[in-house]
Structure formats: C-alpha cells, structure tokens
Nanobody
Framework: QVQLVESGGGLVQPGGSLRLSCAAS????????VGWFRQAPGKQRELVATITSPGSTNYGDSVKGRFTISRDNAKNIVYLHMNNLKPEDTAVYYC??????????????WGQGTQVTVSS
C-alpha cells in the first residue's frame, strides 16, 4: 500500500506564503515523478508543478516565478513553496506521484488534498 499525505494548507492573506508538503509512504521501490495539481470550485484540475527523479521541474504558467517545487529524496517528501499568493490561487491542492512499487509495477497515486485559501 502506498499513501500520499499532503499538509501545510490553510488561510493566508494576499501576498503571503505557504509551504505544502507531500509525504509518500508504504511499499515504494522508486519514484519517477511527483506533481502538485489544484482544483478550484467549478474549475478543472490544473497542473501546478512537477519534479522528476533526476530533478527536472516544470510549472504551470500561472505560478511561474512565484512557486517552487523541491524534494527530499531521503524522506520521500516533496514540497511546494508558494510565495506572493493571490486570491486566484485558492483551491484544493493535490499531490500526485508516478512511482514503482516493484521493479516492474508502476502506478499513479493521489493524495487526499489540502485546502489553500488566499483572502484578506
């Protein structure tokens, strides 16, 4: 069993910062990539950022220059550092992992989500 647990969400004022964490646990052989996605009410889920095993990163256009994705490989934790937050960043943020549970078995897993609300 593999679990992804997000944490760090909350209420923050515009211009503020938050750091989200995604901790992966369970029977994990290796992790190919981890991503953060978000979904606001009435909108489709969208890509926020991804990071691959070698360390390549990719960001959605709306967060470039404000958000940074990083990882701690030893702890199987991926972080999303969010700066200069805007009300339009309000959403449920989900962690997604593309990983191997054995050398040959690869699956996609999702966390339960964490709410981020940007409001004065």
């Amino acid at each position: 069993q593999v679990q992804l647990v997000e944490s760090g969400g909350g209420l923050v004022q515009p211009g503020g910062s938050l750091r989200l964490s995604c901790a992966a646990s369970g029977s994990i052989f290796s992790i190919s990539a981890v991503g953060w996605f978000r979904q606001a009410p009435g909108k489709q889920r969208e890509l926020v950022a991804t990071i691959t095993s070698p360390g390549s990163t990719n960001y959605g256009d709306s967060v470039k220059g404000r958000f940074t994705i990083s990882r701690d490989n030893a702890k199987n934790i991926v972080y999303l550092h969010m700066n200069n937050l805007k009300p339009e960043d309000t959403a449920v943020y989900y962690c997604n992992a593309d990983l191997y549970v054995t050398k040959w078995s690869r699956n996609i897993y999702w966390g339960q989500g964490t709410q981020v609300t940007v409001s004065s």
